[in-house]
């Protein structure tokens, strides 16, 4: 775990890595980047699983701004560790504000689980239709 938590949400995976900077609206949690495959998608409330970020070192300002607006997922289950994006959620706790778990997990080991389903994330792992 990057950033310690527990969350339930529905697993959404992303088929393509993101950069958050551009590629999602903080207002409305919605992937905007017409050049993802994921384009026009929720993100909000999800288990959220990423192959990997993207670019930018904003996207640690995005991820606070999701959290700040309401519009993030439940937690971030990453394929590829990403210290920018977890410095938003640490930035988010520090003022204050909501958080969610940030993990790495090989994605293969998500196999089972299909999209839709209802997950809890804790810091002993991912259960899936609790």
């Not at 026009?40 to 990997?52: D, F, N, Q």
């Not at 920018?84 to 969610?100: K, W, Y």
């Amino acid at each position: 775990m990057l950033v310690p938590g527990s969350a339930k949400g529905r697993f959404l995976r992303l088929s393509a890595p993101i950069s958050l900077w551009g590629g999602v609206d903080p207002k409305s949690g919605m992937i905007t980047d017409p050049r993802h495959p994921d384009y026009g998608r929720s993100i909000v409330g999800t288990v959220l699983a990423i192959p990997g970020a993207v670019g930018s070192s904003s996207s640690s300002a995005i991820m606070l701004e999701l959290l700040r607006e309401g519009t993030a997922p439940a937690a971030v289950i990453m394929g590829y560790a990403d210290a920018i994006l977890a410095l938003g959620v640490l930035v988010s706790i520090e003022l204050g504000h909501p958080f969610c778990p940030v993990l790495e997990v090989e994605l293969n080991t998500l196999e089972g689980f299909v999209e839709g389903t209802l997950l809890t994330v804790t810091s002993e792992g991912i259960i899936s239709g609790s």
